[in-house]
């Protein structure tokens, strides 16, 4: 029995190993040195976006914009001129068991669980994939 689990885990091991290597982000680099630069690349993620598959990268975190500083950028700007939009608020889960289903199902990145709810292995194996942060609150 203790072989067939370590068979098991071995191949488990290896496959989650493939998946994350899988889902390792990709950085797109962005040339933005004016307005009009800025405009072109809103219209094309626009563009993208009709891809479903590309959408849901950029929501998941698969697919992230590097912003690439031009050749001749002027040394004044030092700090970013646009701030990050403010974060979602966390999604409150109050189940007494939370599945695999339940992670699935959320478009969130925070998750917040009563103190008692209970979350089963397969569902935290789905939070970790889809880097959802799962916290557990005091009442």
Same mark, same amino acid.
């Given at each position: 029995?203790?072989a067939?689990?370590?068979?098991?885990?071995?191949?488990?091991?290896?496959?989650?190993? !493939? #998946?994350? /290597?899988?889902? &390792?982000?990709? =950085?797109?680099?962005?040339?933005?040195?004016? $307005?009009?630069?800025?405009?072109?690349?809103?219209?094309?993620?626009?563009?993208?976006?009709?891809?479903?598959?590309?959408?849901?990268?950029?929501?998941?975190g698969?697919?992230?914009? !590097? #912003?690439? /500083?031009?050749? &001749?950028?002027? =040394?004044?700007?030092?700090?970013?001129?646009? $701030?990050?939009?403010p974060?979602?608020?966390?999604?409150?889960?109050?189940k007494?068991?939370v599945t695999?289903?339940?992670?699935?199902?959320?478009?969130t990145?925070?998750?917040?669980? !009563?103190?008692h709810?209970?979350?089963?292995?397969? =569902?935290?194996?789905?939070?970790r994939?889809?880097?959802?942060?799962?916290?557990?609150?005091?009442?």
């Amino acid at each position: 029995m203790s072989a067939l689990r370590d068979e098991i885990r071995a191949i488990l091991r290896e496959e989650l190993t !493939s #998946l994350r /290597a899988e889902m &390792a982000p990709v =950085a797109e680099p962005v040339h933005i040195a004016t $307005s009009n630069d800025l405009n072109r690349f809103a219209q094309e993620v626009l563009e993208r976006a009709q891809d479903p598959s590309f959408a849901a990268g950029v929501r998941d975190g698969r697919i992230r914009f !590097s #912003l690439v /500083a031009p050749a &001749a950028a002027p =040394a004044t700007l030092s700090r970013p001129i646009v $701030s990050s939009p403010p974060k979602p608020a966390a999604v409150v889960l109050d189940k007494k068991l939370v599945t695999e289903r339940d992670i699935a199902e959320l478009q969130t990145r925070h998750v917040r669980l !009563s103190k008692h709810s209970r979350i089963t292995p397969l =569902a935290k194996d789905e939070a970790r994939r889809k880097g959802i942060r799962i916290e557990r609150t005091a009442s």
